[in-house]
């Protein structure tokens, strides 16, 4: 029975030698690589903060103090601390078993649920502001890493500390990693202070030179507020002090009783305090170490080498097609220039980096930026290409109306992850895009069934002299042969794939395969279905629809996206719109958040799309249309 084993919960470990905490330290590590060996899962930041989530636990008592971890990724080691350790961590981001990330619901020790960057040190002072407010004595801790200080909204919040509270500790978790390397002034100031010599020098040395001053000894007595002065005495103030944050490091955030030393010193600081820690992302696993990016988010892999586990799909990924597309765009037109917000592999856009390093732009975790970015380059005759993920285009959804669409600037959006992503769960789901952009003026919103609709929409996309959105799903298309040259799409037109008589099928995106699965399901029920491909969103092709509605006796949506304010709502408006009373039954996601996991399959079962489930819906309601009573799920009566 190993360490690990014996930890029901914080107070377990509290007791623990230091001998015993650094074998705890080695038991979670291989915990944490055998279990994402086999779901996947954030390895390297998880790998990189044991240490420190240890010292945590054991010189602050959750769930009374307060952990807010940015983003939260890092929170296994934090999960495995607090009692969900055993079958629990087994089945960590599948379906049924705990999140990837922090939740309130899953754990009293959560305090704070995250899944996007930069939103701890605000949420932190919220609850710090709170305590002071309520005269209660539990400490706040904020744990950041280098990439959140990249995000205005931390910036907004380091503005506000001094003004807020007096008890604030903040981490900075330093791994030099976001996603990708981190770029940008922040990044480039937090590098050139712990390489400094100089900072080195006298931080490590600092007790050492005040022995050798004459009366250094009684100095030593006021202990680190002392040595925080003499380090100011030699060095410029750090840009946190400036904000009124006392500034404390580097420390090593793989010693265990380094940082508890440092913690225990927090504790009793008179004002708002920053412990600048520094680890290594996968630090003990030297695969990780070596493949950073690729093991931020890795998919199942084996141990001994770090190569991903299962069959791997001979159609490429829709980030992959994009990134080529926009390659060969890029090089015919140098006004063409890919953005992304930290994200260059996840997005296709390292293909650009590589290829094109001058028309490729970086701009870290700053989604708000990055558009309007996009919008200022577009006022100078360039075509820029922002590439976000659907999820973290949301937060930018001001600069999207007021500086792209108002403005009618010719941005092209690429939304990857748009649909599910089933093991990372609600934070990461891309479902409510349609609904946020569709309401907007001057936008072009469409979604391609396969990977060669995709190359035809980039090409429509950049010809367009308006802003323009492509959403497309995570992972592998379906195989689809790519044409050698894009053509232009008609924009707002559908395409008929097949013709029937009862039901018309419109279905976007992935859920064209569905519709066509689905027609031959019910068309042994002798239901005839129209399988239409809308291709576009907004436009829609009124045109098409309005002559379905007087053919058919049922129109049924089905869309990658959340019932509400989506496609299926867009074509309900319309037909009203046209004047045409038809029945129309929606297909998507329901009206709540989509937890994670094991599959996009799995996750639609549970949520009643399944195959066999809408089969059944489909028939009853055409069946209610013609007078019939219903069903159900009784074929045979069909």
């Known amino acids: 029975m190993g360490i690990l084993d014996t930890i029901r919960g914080p107070a377990d470990l509290k007791h623990l030698q230091p001998a015993q905490l650094n074998s705890l330290a080695e038991e979670i590590r291989e915990q944490i690589i055998k279990t994402t060996s086999i779901n996947g899962g954030h390895v390297g930041p998880n790998l990189g903060v044991v240490e420190l989530s240890i010292a945590l636990h054991k010189v602050f008592d959750t769930p009374k103090d307060k952990f807010v971890f940015d983003v939260s990724h890092q929170g296994y080691v934090h999960k495995l601390l607090t009692g ?30 995250a899944g996007h960057a930069g939103t701890a040190l605000s949420a932190a002072l919220g609850m710090a502001a ?35 509270t007096k008890r604030l500790i903040v981490i900075l978790n330093d791994n030099e990693w976001s ?12 590098n050139e202070l712990i390489t400094s010599p100089l900072y080195k020098r006298v931080h490590n040395n600092v007790e050492s030179l005040l022995n050798k001053i004459p009366g250094g000894d009684s100095i030593l007595k006021f202990g680190s507020r002392a040595k925080k002065e003499a380090k100011d005495f030699v060095l410029a103030s750090s840009i946190f002090e400036k904000f009124g944050l006392r500034f404390v490091g ?105 290829q094109l390093p001058g028309q490729y732009f970086d701009v870290g975790i700053a989604e708000e930026h990055a558009v309007l970015f996009a919008a200022g380059m577009a006022t100078k005759g360039h075509k820029p290409v922002c590439a ?19 403005q009618n600037l010719p941005v092209l959006f690429c939304m990857d992850r748009a649909g599910l992503s089933p093991n990372d769960g609600p934070t990461h789901h891309g479902l409510f895009d349609i609904s946020y952009l569709r309401s907007v003026p001057n936008t072009t919103l469409m979604q391609p069934c396969n990977e060669d609709e995709l190359s035809d929409m980039i090409a429509t996309g950049l010809a367009l002299e308006a802003p323009a959105f492509i959403r497309y799903p995570r992972g592998h298309g379906n195989g689809t042969p790519i044409k050698q040259e894009p053509r232009l799409l008609e924009i707002g037109k559908a395409e008929v794939i097949e013709e029937g008589t009862d039901i018309a099928l419109w279905a976007i995106g992935p859920m064209v395969k569905d519709a066509q699965t689905l027609k031959i399901m019910l068309s042994e029920h002798d239901i005839s279905c129209t399988v239409v491909n809308a291709r576009f969103i907004k436009p829609l092709d009124e045109h098409l629809l309005k002559a379905h509605a007087e053919k058919h006796h049922l129109i049924v949506t089905m869309e990658d996206h959340v019932r509400n304010g ?23 996601w329901p009206d709540k ?46």
């Open 250 to 354: 580097p420390i090593n955030g793989h010693d265990i009783s380094q940082v508890s030393h440092f913690l225990e010193f927090a504790k009793e600081s008179d004002k708002p305090i920053l412990l600048h820690v520094l680890t290594k992302k996968g630090h003990g696993y030297d695969v990780a170490i070596k493949e950073p990016e690729k093991f931020h988010g890795a998919s199942p892999y084996e141990i001994s080498t770090g190569e991903s586990k299962g069959s791997k799909s001979s159609a490429p990924k829709y980030q992959d097609v994009f990134g080529q597309q926009l390659v060969k765009h890029a090089i015919k037109n140098p006004k063409i220039v890919g953005i992304t917000g930290a994200m260059p592999s996840g997005t296709g856009l390292n293909l650009l980096r590589d």
């Open 593 to 638: 958040f989509i937890d994670h996991g094991s599959s996009v399959d799995s996750l639609r079962s549970l949520n009643g799309l399944s195959h066999e489930t809408l089969e059944s819906q489909i028939i009853d309601r055409l069946r209610r249309v013609r007078g019939v009573a219903p069903i159900g799920k009784d074929k045979q009566s069909a």
């Open 566 to 588: 989506g496609f299926g709502s867009a074509i309900l408006e319309t037909l009203q719109d046209l004047g045409k009373e038809v029945p129309v039954l929606r297909i998507g």
């Open 130 to 164: 709170a305590r002071d407010l309520q005269n209660t004595d539990e400490h706040v801790i904020a744990v950041c890493g280098d990439a959140a200080f990249t995000c205005g909204i931390t910036l907004e919040a380091l503005n506000n500390v001094a003004t807020s």
């Open 84 to 113: 969900r350790n055993g079958e629990e961590f087994n089945k960590l981001r599948q379906s049924g078993g705990i999140s990837g990330f922090l939740s309130r619901e899953e754990s009293e020790h959560d305090c704070y649920g």
């Open 388 to 406: 976000i993920y659907s999820t973290f285009l949301q937060r930018a959804f001001d600069p999207v109306v007021h500086d792209i669409c108002l």
């Open 179 to 190: 996603i990708d390397k981190n770029v940008g002034a922040v990044a480039r100031w937090l």
